[in-house]
């Protein structure tokens, strides 16, 4: 990060966020940006109203104080030379309480409005949103606006309307003033009619409503009788308006003007009596003592908890997805942004009200320092601390939502954390900043601790480089085996796959659904290793092996299905082998015993996109990483809001406006979705999945070598829920689903129905279906290459989801959602025909007995000596650990992290059949 870039962030950044969120919000309530605009102008205008007011109160202490000295430094000027002259006028500025630096109070209206107008300017100008909106008579609020047209010559008038504006507001608040502060300010208002001239239409319209609010402002505080040319004007604007109104009538804009008119009467009100109140006498209140060191602690400890603590804390919970090929460096790089955002906000802004406060302001803003602090930390440490999992782009899963209770309960919880620290301050004032700095620096201790995590991560990530394109050989004449493993594959779902996809099962001729199979947990960790290497890595049989780390664990039960085939003459192939080397990231060198085996890493390998979006995606996290932090430490009530459904109330995709290309192509790195039916952008980590299973037919290599060939790969794409094109269930960057509304009795098979109420729900539905049908075209191609029949495949997922769609799998009796681990297995064996459904007890841990029955006589574990079998499975129930601990990094040891422990037998669908063991 240069310097630049960094005072930039410090000082404008935060400025921009807060325009950009009210622009955002506003136009989501009005739903035009022409009216968002002007509310955006409104909010700014009234926040910053004490900043200015103060300003001002400084500026006129400043000129009194100028008059009072001027004339006597002047006469010392006059009187004296060299070092007696400066020496002179030392003693008189201390005899006078002035400093030479008090003059820059009188440009400190000027100071504040640079950073002000840079930030609109940056928001505004470079808002894609605007592009192309007719507001009113501006034909495109995107570029200048053209009002006027005489011949081939366009003038835009609203700079000049502007200008005009600005130059009455000067008039009226430089009279009485000296020559030198009007040239000041009619000098600035000429600047800012060249510099904005040719600016869009839209930035132009923000700038005239606050010179028009600063109008406002100079009448009621310089004139004698302000009510009287404020009704003038108003029954002017009030004329202008109605004539609009009629002229406007038979447009689409007229009710918006309405909308308009109800704002800006709203907002009115508000605005006299504040002004009003101004002029109004008020009792002197009773003199504060502030203490500075209370509000700058605060601010420093709020500047560590948002802008360093949490983005920290999100990073370490899993380094690796945050490196990718096109953006392989340490992710601590979006501390910088989010700490010096952070900073820019808590202490150099808010400071700089503080500075500009009376004592009663500095006293009120140190007591709200230090109660934040506390609330911030509350909401951090014991709410949304269960939200589910969240992507590298932000983004949860599924969208964040709390219950009536929740919010009330939270709503208490701040309020008495407020009061409390309330008490304290007002009872132990002096041992506030100590408080506050011995947290501080816990905070940073623990950040630092992130940090280091981070790092550590990073330095592990020896990126894959892949030197030759992924290569599935499949021999025509022996015996291939096929386990591919799909992550989070939902096993009800298939019925329901077929029914509207009929074709499926011609597709799918061969195999046979066990519907009434578990998974051994809910997270890969949990059930992946069952899945490759047989019950004796369940995760109830791991823990009981507790002399070895579950990484060696998994690494061997990676193992044992491609060492096995090997042994027995396979070819090995495996792409992208889950947690291998216990990281999301496979770590291929746990093969390196094995160098004949062909590894391949697969994930993202054919997507096109990861190189034109990973700017977008890094401009994305440096915005947003600050964003979440604000987000995880707002009370409930309002954190939708600044979540903003993973947007952060970025304005542009909020209404669906992407990244543009160069070649033209709009491209997103995430999808937003409007409603079940509708969708702009991609998901990229999608995309990294469903490039590959596009490329499965490419990859394919058909061999005449007699020796059979075993396969095993990882597939998420049914992991990344994304709003697909229909009827082909294709990602696209715009989804418009309307034409195909979902009913009901089109998702129920034997009087059970498929619940596709919200986009979780739908968006599963989307991705397990465009997987069936990927791997649909690829069984045709292997039947047209005569591969089919000799090739035993395994559709295997290593658990399922709670997405709620089976009312069934809701186990009331011990309050879970057995969807969540009901995995998808279908199995095709040789030469097998038709599409059977097998209601057998299954569960994922049958895996590498399937795949090596007929093939390996007995099999026995190569690394333990024990047999392969599925006898454990009659021996008793069935152990199932759900258990939100996923994160590797954190539950790496010999066992796993307690959790709750469920037992199933004979039928999952039966409640009776399930028991709740406990948590340990």
Sequence with gaps: MSFLTALYTVLIKPLELIFEIIFSISNRIVHHPGLAIIFLSLAMNFLVLPLYKRADAMQEEERKTE????????????TFKGDERFMMLQAFYRENNYKPTDALKGSLSLMLEIPF?????RMLSSLKLLQGVKFGPIADLGAPDHMIVIGALAINL??????????????????GLPTKAKVQLYGMALIFLVFLYNSPAGLV???TLNNLFSLVKNIFYKLKNPKLVLSVMAALAGLAVALYTIICSSSMYSHRIVKLLIFAAALLIPIVLYFLKGKMKTKERAAFTPDKKVFFFGCTYIMALTGLLIPSALLASSPTEFVTQYLFFDPNYYLWFSALTAAGLFMVWMGFFY?????????????????????FTADYMFFGTKLGSVSNNLQYEVKPEYSAKTQLINLLVVVLVAAVFVVIFKFWKKGVPLILLTATLAIVGMSIVNMNKVSKGYMKVDYYVQEEDPVITLSKDGKNVIVLMLDRGIGTLVPYLLAQNPELETQFDGFTYYPNTVATGIRTNFAMPALTGGYEYTAGAMNRRDDMLLKDKTDEALLVMPVLFYENGYDITVCQPTLAGYSWDPDLSIYDDYPDFNLYITKGYFNEYNELLSGEEKALKERNMFLYSLFKVSPCLIQGTVYNEGLYNDADLNAGIMHVNEDGTELSVMQTTDGLYRASGLNNRYMNEYSVLTNMINMTQISDDPEGNFLFMTNDACHEPTLLQLPDYTPQMNVDNSAYIMNPEDYTIDGVNLEMDNVDQVAHFHVNMSTFMLLGDWFDYLREQGVYDNTRIIIVGDHGRDVHQIEQLEISSVGIDAEFANPVLLVKDFDSEGFVTDDTFMTNADVPTIALSGIVEDPVNPFTGNPINSDPKFEGPIEVIYSDYYDIDVNNGNVFMPGFWYSVHDDIYDENNWEYLGFY
Excluded at 117 to 121: E, G, H, L, S, T
Excluded at 158 to 175: E, G, H, Q, R, W
Excluded at 356 to 375: R, S, Y
């Design 355 to 375: 500075i500009l406060a009376n004592d009663t302001g500095k006293h009120i803003m140190g007591i709200v320092a230090f109660a934040l602090a506390g609330v």
């Design 67 to 78: 008059e009072k000295i001027g004339p006597w430094q002047e006469k010392i000027k006059k």
């Design 158 to 175: 609203l700079p000049i309307l502007m200008t005009l504006i600005n130059i009455i507001s000067s008039a009226i608040y430089t009279k």
């Design 205 to 207: 319209f923000y700038w």
């Design 117 to 121: 107008f840079i930030a609109a300017y």
